[in-house]
């Protein structure tokens, strides 16, 4: 049996957990807060997350009012991709640049900033 069979069966089997462990009646849903009237602390933070093509970094800083002071996002298309691009397009037609570019899953709007 292949890995991703198993991990497909293993997908499928925890789906089944959590729908027998979930309550028949009543609310589900959490109750979220309004994002409008968030009071963010004063100060900074670095916070990682992963996605689908590598690793998204938020630095963010708040001085205490409703709003953020600073939002700096760096995506994994900056960090990954163009490292690379920059050393395989050198000889490359102008033509295989946009292939090149699809094939190292880059999200040109990200790299952008």
Request: glycine share 6%; aromatic share 8%.
């Amino acid at each position: 049996m292949g890995v991703r069979r198993r991990d497909l069966l293993l997908s499928v089997d925890l789906i089944r957990q959590i729908l027998a462990k979930m309550p028949k009646d009543g609310d589900i849903k959490a109750p979220t807060p309004n994002v409008l009237h968030w009071k963010v602390p004063v100060g900074e933070t670095f916070v990682r997350s992963e996605c689908t093509r590598g690793e998204f970094a938020y630095y963010m800083v708040s001085d205490g009012s409703e709003y953020p002071r600073r939002i700096n996002v760096r995506g994994p298309s900056y960090t990954h991709a163009i490292a690379l691009l920059e050393k395989m397009i050198i000889y490359t037609n102008l033509a295989d640049v946009a292939g090149l570019m699809t094939s190292l899953h880059t999200y040109p709007p990200e790299i952008e900033r």
